[in-house]
């Protein structure tokens, strides 16, 4: 009958197909993929939840934190886990960044979603993950170029590499350990030491040139040329471009 509310059997079916229905991003489903079997997870940021929720859903960890500096994405968050079913193995943190944990809390943790000179920043103030055997998976929206080289010099190793287009921008996934990183040159500052062999390559690498060269103008059009930048900025860009000529070479049919 029109206007008739629906009874609890049929609100707990709507609840179930929700549930089974939950999808992530692209972006966050390659950050799901690299999270190891039976983990316990510790998910930095993590908005609405969907990232812990999924992942116990799907039976891939075995229990998760979610945390957020702020309260309204941690009760987004709560609700997430209620819907989907996972309460009992979510626990939820209000706190900046890793300020609310402790080594033993995760041997997984997932920082994501925020600008790569955020994320060096939770780590700084983190100096116990040195001494962890913490597994790290980092996706900086922004600036990952200045979190890579951060991560080489201060006790950090980069293990590897994805790229992933969502929405029409390509990101890095970063698999990154405590130990010795191997330095970096310029282009993989800019692109990463592991990504050559993803088909995304090209176009990640072609738009990092396009906004170091944007960068070289803005600076000749400056009234007092830093000329030491302007330098930097073209030997950059050079550096990506032979990249992406090898990477040319090598994938050519």
Sequence with gaps: MTGQQPNKESRRAHTDDVCALLRLSPRLRCIAEGVPQGACLADIGTDHGFLPAYLLQSGRIARAIASDINAAPLESAR??????GVSDRMEFR??????????????????AGMGGE???TILENAPWLLESEIALRLQPMTRTEALRPWLVENGYRIDGERLVLDRGTIYAVLSVSPGEGKALSRAEIWCGADTR?????????????RKLEEAAAGVRRAKDKDREALRALEADAEALKQSVKEWEDANRS
């Design 118 to 120: 955020t994320i060096l």
């Design 94 to 111: 209000l706190c900046a960044g890793l300020d609310g944990f402790a080594p033993d809390d995760a041997d997984t943790v997932v920082i």
């Design 197 to 209: 062999h993803e088909a995304l390559y090209g176009a990640y690498a072609r738009d990092r040139i």
């Design 79 to 84: 609700r997430t886990a209620a819907r989907c």
